[in-house]
């Protein structure tokens, strides 16, 4: 657990108060457990959606790609940027990705 919020907070990805809200939806979403020490193992279907985002596109497991995600959101909560902006960029942004995944 001490890795991922060191990454975490590495990669500018969630506020102090919002990490521990990510880690439990990682855990109760299946995609990591919960082990002894306060450790977090990846599940078997945390592996393999990891596995099948990277296989569609490697930047939907970059930390960099959400890193510049939470940026964007607190830019519009500091007023500097409008959210239909962000929201049309990110859409922009994912059906791309769609778009290509679909051709190949």
């Known amino acids: ?3 991922l919020i060191d990454q975490m907070e590495k990669h500018g990805i969630g506020t102090d108060a919002s990490i521990p809200t990510h880690i ?3 855990c109760d979403r299946g995609y990591v457990k919960l082990q ?3 450790r977090l193992a990846p599940s078997t279907l945390g592996i393999v ?3 099948g985002y990277k296989r569609i596109d490697t930047e939907l497991i970059d930390a960099d790609m959400r890193a510049n995600v939470e940026k964007q959101l607190s830019l519009i909560a500091e007023a500097k940027l409008g959210y239909q902006d962000v929201l049309l ?3 922009h942004l994912f059906r791309e ?3 290509y ?4």
Do not use: P
């Open 49 to 51: 959606l990891a596995h």
């Open 89 to 91: 960029h990110c859409l």
């Open 24 to 26: 439990k939806s990682l």
């Open 97 to 99: 990705k769609f778009r």
């Open 36 to 38: 002894t020490g306060r």
């Open 101 to 104: 995944f679909q051709k190949n």
């Open 1 to 3: 657990e001490a890795e």
